[in-house]
């Protein structure tokens, strides 16, 4: 896809997300990888709803702004995910009311934050990291990112917001969408005891659609909380 539109495609996926309530206000950004390795990433302050793809900030492989808007703050949990989370093209980070939500509850296991509920979460997600919070734009971020050492896709920030790689940016928007839909469904099914998929379904849908499934490191610490 050229420059063009990739920006184009950018304000297009922003809009619908903010339409639908899933980043208020002038909260969440989107990134996405050029050919060249550059990115093209939505402007800090600006609403996802209403963005302007000339204005959208172009930043070189090296991190500086080449063209349009100042960049948002929360670079750097971008640029880790790009760095470590093989093939990643695009990146969402919203700040959508149910995975914030989850994020907050006690007992979350930091290495699988959210159960098999539907094919469709294993299929598009795989598995949800939890990190322990950082302040927005709070570099170290990047650093907790790291640490997961490319596990994970998708990482829920606590009592932040949602952030997921994808292949290209529409694989980004859909594994977010099913992300939240999955932390609403775990929100209505809490204290209900939900038969979620078996070990064997989870692994017929591996094996079928070759979904990469995140391993824990050797001390069990695959979140680095």
Not at 164 to 188: F, H, K, S, W
Request: hydrophobic letters at 40%.
């Amino acid at each position: 896809m050229n420059e063009n539109a990739l920006r184009e495609q950018i304000c297009m996926f922003s809009r619908s997300l903010f339409e639908r309530g899933l980043t208020p206000g002038s909260s969440g950004n989107v990134s996405a990888r050029l050919e060249d390795g550059s990115l093209l990433m939505t402007p800090t302050n600006a609403s996802m709803g209403f963005l302007d793809p000339a204005r959208l900030s172009h930043l070189g492989i090296d991190g500086r702004l080449l063209s349009g808007d100042p960049p948002t703050k929360e670079i750097p949990l971008h640029q880790a995910l790009y760095e470590t989370r093989h093939g990643a093209g695009a990146v969402v980070h919203l700040h959508s009311a149910h995975s914030v939500a989850v994020s907050m509850l006690p007992g979350i296991d930091p290495r699988t934050v959210l159960p098999p509920l539907t094919p469709y979460y294993v299929m598009r997600v795989g598995q949800t990291a939890l990190i322990p919070y950082h302040r927005p734009g709070d570099a170290a971020v990047a650093g907790a990112i790291r640490g997961l050492a490319g596990r994970y896709s998708s990482v829920l920030l606590a009592n932040h917001g949602p952030v997921v790689a994808g292949r290209d940016l529409e694989a980004a928007v859909y594994a977010m969408e099913e992300l939240e839909e999955t932390a609403r469904l775990y929100l209505m099914l809490r204290g209900l005891d939900p038969r979620a998929l078996t070990t064997a379904q989870v692994d017929d849908l591996v094996a079928t659609f070759k979904i990469d499934l995140p391993v824990p490191d050797a001390h069990g610490d695959g979140a680095g909380a």
